[in-house]
């Protein structure tokens, strides 16, 4: 079966510090992966997408995600954190030429001050 | 860009009520729309994926005659739930896919609380 895990259901770090969301996944193909962020009582906003090239993608407010296909993760980082990046993140992939998004159970993520 | 509206973003109704949510793209065209339920817990549950033109494609345990689903335009998809009732309360999100590119992400409404009394 086709799956998309994220192991830590909440993730706590304080502000100014790194951070590093966890993501595996087990899907067929060479999967289209994607981050996403929601805020309460919002629905998902778009943060990077991987497809292909280079293993460290860019995105919104200073996110970024690193590929490992080896290790069939994509992990969500940011070098520095703030307050207000405490929210609820997903990651999702998607097998080629197949109209599915697989998705995580989601990480909430508490930034401290 | 890539902006989905979603509508109402709350109601709160009767049991036994039917209850009609409205997903539009504004400024592209989707050719596939999707609807989710979230549940408290956090995770997404996949309802039906919907396709412009043709009939929406429903997950394993989704009842099809519950959660009416129409994708009548390149623009809009709906989603009724009809009788509901308490245990159908939920928060529902759509999104819709821009293009048919496999490399493009979702776009996603705001959702909608739904709370059946």
């Known amino acids: 079966a086709q799956s998309v895990a994220q192991p830590e259901d909440q993730v706590n770090v304080a502000e100014g510090n790194p951070l590093t969301v966890k993501c595996t996944y087990s899907?067929?193909?060479?999967?289209?992966l994607f981050w996403y962020v929601q805020y309460p009582n919002r629905g998902l906003q778009f943060l990077l997408k991987?497809?292909?090239?280079?293993?460290l993608v860019k995105g919104s407010y200073g996110f970024e995600a690193e590929f490992n296909k080896s290790q069939t993760s994509f992990h969500l980082k940011k070098p520095s954190a703030l307050v207000s990046d405490s929210a609820l993140y997903f990651c999702?992939?998607?097998?080629?030429?197949?109209?599915?998004?697989?998705f995580g159970s989601g990480t909430k993520l508490n930034v401290k001050p | 860009g890539a902006v989905v509206s979603q509508h109402p973003s709350w109601v709160i109704c009767k049991s036994g009520t039917s209850v009609k949510i409205e997903c539009r793209s504004l400024?592209?065209?989707?050719?596939?729309m999707f609807w989710y339920r979230q549940f408290p817990k956090q995770s997404l549950m996949l309802m039906a994926t919907?396709?412009?033109?043709?009939?929406?494609?429903?997950e394993q345990g989704v009842e099809k005659d519950k959660f009416l689903i129409n994708h009548a335009s390149l623009t809009l998809s709906t989603l009724t739930v009809t009788s509901a009732h308490p245990e159908d309360s939920s928060f529902y999100i759509c999104?819709?896919?821009?293009?048919?590119?496999?490399?493009?992400?979702?776009?996603f409404g705001d959702g909608t609380r739904l709370s059946i009394l």
């Open positions: 999104s819709a896919l821009e293009g048919s590119a496999g490399n493009q992400p979702q776009h």
């Open positions: 899907v067929s193909g060479n999967p289209y």
């Open positions: 991987y497809i292909t090239g280079d293993n």
């Open positions: 999702a992939a998607r097998p080629p030429n197949f109209n599915k998004f697989y």
């Open positions: 400024d592209f065209q989707a050719t596939t």
């Open positions: 919907s396709n412009e033109g043709s009939k929406a494609t429903y």
